[in-house]
């Protein structure tokens, strides 16, 4: 992979015309060793927010040695990397094709269930293939609730009165079991946690079986940018967030069990930015070479504002506008469908143009994980970059998909 010291200087050589990744490794691996830090049991990466091969392998090498994984697609990407990691299968509705390659093809000795059908699956698939049920820990995944960018809990986990029973099942089939939940992505309130422990705690005070572990899940944040427009929102810091979740953990008598966390995005969301090109600016109006198929859909769905900087194109002498006057630019993604326009501006320098490159930064998690080759574009270069995001000259603007309330009429009139 080729090498530059940041991203304007790989947009200055390459001049692309396509999008491309900004890979920093250091970045992600102090990320990984920060987060493994500050969490008082085992970190187990979470697959689906980034698997590509670099990612997997700087995070094995940086020290994780444990995968939440959740298709034989994934389990195949981590043993691509590592024959010794650990799977743990954290998908609560899986095939039962699946359960049986995990447990004979790959060794995962953990998953997790949140109805009684997946324990039949599971015992049927155990009995099988005649494994011993106690070298397995099968989490039972409670629901919770909270705020988060994405809310999971509609879709997975069970009340508390069905984690009782899933549990004392389970247990009296001969498996070591454990709590798990995952309160969304991109969690900013610690309440969110608290709730859910108190949850946990008052499944295992009436379930009566010996808890081998508790699983908090993911959804830790990562930084992103603000709209210059309002004041930044106030956020707690990694630190913060995990001196508070450690403090709940103790509080609910969890201090004792072993803990497990899936963390995502705050391991990898730093680690990548992403140079994109204005292919045509049409007044306020920014085309872009990339866009919600490809690697903004999350930014999108998600509501997130990512940080951006301004990469101007040389070759260009003539320029409009006031270079320091930071305005909103309305952005529409490279597909030929009308649904790919960002929702809420970019917020960039006036005399930007046609032919100019925007980086994106913070743009790891979820981001080319779910690209499409939606019309046939598809980004897939990638450079390695050293000096991190946040440092060496500020943004120029914010990419903002936050509300602007009297912008977007204008915007759209054009
Ligand atoms: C997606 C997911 C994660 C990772 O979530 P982040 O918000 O990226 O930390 C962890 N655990 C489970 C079960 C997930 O589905």
Redesign the pocket.
Known sequence: MERFANATKAALALRPDEPVYCFRPDVLRADARRFMEAFPGKTAY?V??NGEEMVLRTLFEAGVTCF?VASPAEFAAVRAVSAEAELIY?HPVKAQSHIRLALEEYGIRTTVVDHEDEISKLTRVVKALDLDPTAMTVFVRIATKGEAAYE?SKKFGCGPAQAIELLQRLDRNGFKVGLCF?VG??IEDPDVYDGALKSADWVRKRAGVNLAALDV????PADYGHDPAKEPDVMPSLPQLMSRVRGDIAEWGFADTPLVA?????VVARAFSLIVRVLLRKGRRLYINDGIWASLSDSWTGKITLPARFIPDPSIRQRNGDENAIVPFRVCGATCDSVDILSKPFWLPETIDTGDWIEIGHIG?YSMALRSRFNGFYPDRFVEVTTPFDEGGMPHGFMSLETMEGYSDDLAAD
Do not use: I
Not at 217 to 220: E, K, L, W
């Open positions: 979470a689906k927010t939440d954290m999971l995952h992505s991109q899940g993911g959804g830790f899936e963390p995502g995005r705050v998690a």
